[in-house]
């Protein structure tokens, strides 16, 4: 930029050609504006699971650093499209919408001047789904049981492939065997006499082949039991006997012990279309039928959710997923994919010591933190971030832990550090 005090000059044309001189007096100044970028990020890793694609990298070191822009493509080289709008703050990232395929990533850095980077060295990653939800109503055109399934997974933010026999075809061993490593959900809706094919002896086979793979099953519907009562899924993969239905008892206490149960009770909408269950060994009784809940008795074992962990892993629901209140439904799917599913990669990544998500630990987190603590200032996001001593809490002790570590040769705070992660 050229600030004078004035200027003069002349233009002379001849012919078709003009020529300028210009005289400049000074005092003027001149500043130059920061135009280094800075280097392309390095180590970037890609992990899928179930639909998401979580990203690590190494983080920048540049002190004018300022963020991180993630870029996808379906193709090897691209064209890439920008996934996050604004600067990511974290060398870690979790795209939520990967989808399924091959997909590209690039990373590039920017800084406080928005000088971006180079892109980082691209990575391929396939991306999986691990969840197939069946549509196994009697009758096309009646989806409810269904979709409250694919509901509550939306709302856990889980991917999904949804497969309904009147659309999309036969479910075959080969569609089963593609979710061997995942979970197949079938909610079969209540029994109907004049259909008994909606489970009957072929997709049984199906599903005791599926369960003999080692896959994992979630098995609801509304009187379906008793028709599946002595069933060879239901005596020898299953381990059940069917007690009786409409019990009119909606509230279901958790089994203390049982992975999926244990501290968590539910409530159902109401008391029809239930059945009740006795878990024969080595099946558990996660949710027993609470016998105070309503005007029924109960007759065998109470059980309203049972879970068997062999080879393979199922999850009974001994009434529509649908009859759980809104409120309960995903608390009780986050519960059986937690169990069922291997962990998804870490989901809310951070540095411990780094309370004001800089991507750095400096005297910035300090002042940061006391802020927070005396001043009314902005929380750390995670707060786990502004926990540098890993002690659970967030006091004047982790303030005091940052300086003397940045100033005293003290100890760095414990993992995640100094790389984003979870604890």
């Not at 395929?101 to 001047?113: H, K, N, R």
Request: glycine share 10%; with cysteine; proline share 7%.
């Amino acid at each position: 930029m050229i600030s004078a005090v004035a200027w003069f000059g002349e233009t002379t044309v001849s012919a078709d050609l003009a020529t300028s001189t210009m005289v400049f007096e000074g005092p003027y100044s001149a500043t130059a504006g920061d135009v280094v970028a800075p280097s392309a990020p390095t180590g970037v890793v890609a992990v899928s699971a179930n639909g998401t694609v979580t990203l690590s990298w190494d983080a920048n070191q540049e002190p004018d650093w300022s963020g991180y822009f993630i870029h996808r493509s379906e193709v090897a080289g691209g064209p890439y499209n920008l996934v996050n709008p604004l600067p990511h703050l974290q060398n870690v990232f979790v795209d939520t919408e990967a989808g399924v395929g091959e997909l590209y990533y690039v990373i590039t850095a920017i800084d406080a001047s928005d000088n971006e980077s180079l892109p980082s060295v691209e990575v391929m990653v396939e991306s999986t789904i691990d969840i197939l939800v069946i549509n196994g109503y009697f009758e096309a055109g009646n989806t409810g049981y269904h979709s409250s399934y694919l509901d509550v997974l939306d709302g856990l933010g889980l991917g999904y492939q949804a497969w309904d026999p009147f659309l999309d075809g036969p479910v075959t061993t080969e569609l089963l065997a593609e979710f061997t490593n995942g979970v197949v959900m079938w909610p079969i809706g209540y029994f109907h006499t004049g259909f008994p094919d909606q489970l009957g002896p072929a997709r049984q086979a199906l599903l005791m082949e599926y369960l003999q793979s080692g896959g994992s099953l979630v098995l609801s519907g509304a009187y379906a039991t008793a028709f599946l009562d002595s069933t060879a899924l239901f005596t020898n993969y299953l381990f059940l006997q069917h007690e009786q239905w409409d019990m009119d008892l909606p509230g279901l206490l958790g089994e203390p012990g049982n992975t999926v149960g244990d501290g968590l009770d539910l409530q159902l909408s109401n008391g029809f279309y239930q059945s009740e269950l006795t878990a024969l060994p080595p099946a558990q009784k996660a949710f027993s039928y609470d016998p105070l809940s309503g005007a029924g008795t109960l007759q065998g074992g109470g059980a309203a959710v049972v879970t068997v962990d062999e080879t393979y892993k199922a999850a009974v629901l001994a009434f529509p997923l649908s009859s759980v209140v809104a409120g309960d439904r995903s608390l009780l799917m986050a519960r059986i994919l937690e169990w069922m599913l291997p962990p998804n990669p870490c989901a809310d990544p951070f540095i411990r010591g780094d309370s004001n998500s800089s991507g750095a630990v400096d005297i910035a987190d300090v002042i940061f933190l006391l802020d927070y603590l005396f001043s009314s200032g902005g929380t750390p996001s995670p707060e786990e971030a502004g926990d540098a001593n890993a002690d659970g809490a967030l006091d004047i002790s982790d303030a005091i832990y940052l300086l003397v570590f940045l100033f005293d040769s003290g100890a760095p705070p414990a993992a995640p550090y100094p790389d984003a992660g979870c604890p």
